[in-house]
């Protein structure tokens, strides 16, 4: 379909031919978002999960801190919200790093409602 869609009017000038073309601009709709999360556990140490933070999020040491005690609190913190591609790439980002240092953090992600 072509993106320059033109419409034609019933409307006429008063000599009663000329057509009235209107411009119609398609609707699209953004891309859905997804919310990252970091998941508590009872084993893996603080200083890695402030770690993955500031690596993996570009967060600063105290915003690191801050969110790492809020998944420790209340068991889970959004850590940032992104596009599906972007989102699944931190997810494998923090799984891998978690595996690879025998950490359990988990990591998921969920669509944005």
Not at 6 to 15: E, V
Not at 75 to 101: C, F, P, W
């Amino acid at each position: 379909m072509n993106k320059d869609l033109h419409m034609m009017s019933d409307k006429f000038d008063d000599d009663g031919d000329t057509a009235v073309i209107t411009d119609v601009k398609p609707k699209t709709k953004r891309p859905p978002l997804y919310k990252v999360m970091l998941l508590n556990d009872d084993f893996t140490p603080m200083e890695f999960v402030v770690m993955v933070l500031e690596r993996f999020f570009g967060k600063n040491h105290a915003q690191a801190f801050e969110i790492m005690l809020a998944v420790h609190e209340k068991g889970l913190a959004v850590v940032g919200v992104y596009n599906h591609e972007i989102a699944e790439t931190k997810v494998a980002q923090v799984m891998d790093s978690a595996r690879q240092n025998q950490h359990p953090l988990q990591c998921t992600m969920e669509k944005e409602e």
